[in-house]
């Protein structure tokens, strides 16, 4: 009966271990108070953010989380350029 009892219990460790799903924090998320903030962020690009909305309640912003910065103009390049 123990055994029964330790074998359940195990599995049902596994089971609440492995249930819960993996957050991407990808560039783009849908955005609106149904999601809270950043939003649900697993969106690689605008496009498929902005597919993946339509017809639904929210917009496409950029995940604050992922903070990405314009490339440098090729003139700028290699040289020290102050934060802006």
């Not at 271990?17 to 939003?39: H, L, M, N, T, V």
Request: charged residues 20%.
């Amino acid at each position: 009966m123990r055994k029964a009892q330790f074998v359940l219990g195990i599995t049902a460790l596994v089971w609440l271990a492995g249930d819960s799903p993996a957050r991407a924090d990808y560039a783009w998320c849908i955005q609106d108070s149904e999601y809270g903030y950043p939003g649900d962020c697993s969106y690689q690009t605008r496009e498929q953010c902005r597919l993946s909305v339509s017809g639904r309640k929210g917009f496409c912003g950029p995940n604050p989380a992922v903070v990405t910065r314009p490339p440098l103009p090729p003139a700028l390049r290699g040289r020290h350029v102050p934060p802006y």
